[in-house]
């Protein structure tokens, strides 16, 4: 009965450390390219924000699209709403994006396109039918 209680045990330990894997280069990518996104939509829609937020380049982001790396550029450089701390904060997560994707992630990522329209006008998400 021991060696059963110990080798179930262990199975258990080794399935519980499995699903606690590291993120990899990839999955890190997507999930700040995503809230990135979403911070950017929010910020757009804030009525309490500075005005200047309408007049900063839009900031749809596919990581997918060689484009990506201009659009992450380009927003970062971007020079109105320096005093809206919103703003601030996200070209910081902006240029996190980019430095991941150019040092820690250059070989582990595939780019699909290089359409830089495509990152001008969302793809909206398809419509559920019930």
Do not use: W
């Amino acid at each position: 009965k021991l060696p059963t209680m110990k080798m179930l045990l262990l199975l258990v330990a080794l399935l519980s450390a499995a699903s606690a894997a590291p993120p990899t280069c990839y999955s890190r990518v997507l999930s700040l390219s995503k809230e990135i996104t979403e911070s950017f939509k929010e910020l757009q829609i804030s009525k309490t924000v500075d005005p200047c937020v309408g007049t900063l380049p839009r900031l749809y982001l596919d990581i997918h699209n060689y484009c990506v790396l201009a659009k992450l550029r380009d927003f970062v450089a971007y020079p109105g709403c320096d005093r809206v701390l919103e703003v601030n904060e996200l070209k910081e997560k902006a240029r996190s994006l980019y430095t991941i994707l150019i040092s820690y992630c250059r070989r582990d990522l595939v780019f699909l396109t290089d359409d830089c329209n495509a990152l001008e006008i969302p793809i909206s998400p398809p419509i559920e039918h019930s």
